[in-house]
């Protein structure tokens, strides 16, 4: 697995395409969090994975000498998935302004500090004819790739196969943008393996995203008919259901993973039962102590009547 050497002028057309649509992508996610005030939906966990991504990604793209644009892509997605981390940080778990600015540019510099280290590294090892240490970080590349896009999934178990909080036209371009850029390796002299993979991935478990939610929208279309018909919304159909404290099937399961399994409310109900009084041991022990001394002061004060009788 040689460096390319010559591009095709179709490859750098098709690259150009990718690169464009891989530079924007975000750009709506990124609209409809600072619109709704909001990141509902959206892991933080996918687009930090996503933003490192683009470092062994970008150092793997140089060393390849991939056409430009397609070098030139990793830069511009890692910028854009921090951007979004960012807001995540702000919107779901309200850290100040401040903090999110210095962690965000921090972490940007950082990352691209390691590609720069990495590039000058790897670069000359390669040139050399040692491919281990670029196989190695397109590996490595591509797992993230691969686990930035699994949390979504665990937000669509938890919700029933519904997505809330990914703009699905994000997901539209940033498909398109694999398919061009994977379109862009297959028109090179010689086609990359562990770039294409990388690209096969994304455009794969997005896919499987879009399917969760067109899956769920169909299971539910009678219930949001009805609702909309009675100026409800879905959620409104829920929030019925838990103030009636009737069980829904659609309702949202507490975890976010299978595994990580919440108490039932059976479970719920039995430790409510077996609560402890809430007057502790010392406590009812005085109480205890307290009825004998009265039963025995009413015993004396009976035996001196009796006494006083008999003398009499």
């Not at 720069?116 to 491919?131: C, D, H, Q, S, W």
């Not at 699905?168 to 498909?175: P, V």
């Not at 009675?230 to 103030?243: L, M, N, P, S, Y």
């Amino acid at each position: 697995m040689a460096p390319q050497g010559e591009i095709p002028i179709s490859a750098n057309v098709l690259g150009t395409i990718g690169t464009v649509l891989w530079s924007i992508q975000l750009i709506p996610q990124a609209w409809t969090n600072w619109r709704t005030k909001s990141t509902e939906g959206l892991p933080a966990s996918m687009m930090f994975l996503w933003a490192l991504c683009g470092v062994p990604f970008g150092v793997y793209a140089i060393a390849q000498n991939f056409n430009i644009p397609i070098q030139v892509q990793p830069q511009a997605f890692g910028i854009l998935c921090i951007i979004n981390w960012g807001q995540i940080l702000l919107y779901t778990y309200k850290w100040p302004l401040w903090k999110v600015l210095a962690i965000t540019i921090g972490t940007a510099g950082a990352f691209g500090g390691i590609e720069a280290a990495l590039v000058l590294t790897i670069r000359p090892i390669y040139k050399a004819g040692n491919e281990t240490p670029v196989i190695i970080i397109g590996v490595i590349a591509a797992i993230l790739l691969a686990v930035g896009l699994l949390p979504p999934y665990g937000e669509a178990w938890k919700r029933r196969g519904r997505i809330i909080g990914i703009n699905f036209l994000f997901l539209s371009i940033d498909s398109l943008g694999a398919i061009f850029s994977l379109f862009s390796l297959v028109a090179q002299h010689t086609f990359d393996v562990l770039g294409g993979v990388m690209y096969i991935i994304v455009i794969v478990l997005e896919l499987g995203i879009f399917i969760s939610h067109f899956i769920w929208l169909f299971r539910t279309r009678k219930i949001r008919k009805q609702a909309k018909a009675e100026g409800r919304t879905f959620d409104d159909v829920i929030a019925e259901h838990e103030q009636q404290g009737l069980s829904f099937k659609f309702a949202e399961r507490k975890g976010t993973w299978p595994w990580r399994k919440s108490k039932s409310d059976e479970e719920m109900a039995t430790e409510g039962d077996e609560k402890p009084s809430d007057k502790s041991p010392a406590v009812n022990e005085e109480g205890d102590k307290k009825d004998g001394n009265d039963e025995g002061a009413g015993k004396s004060g009976q035996d001196s009547e009796d006494l006083r009788y008999m003398a009499l």
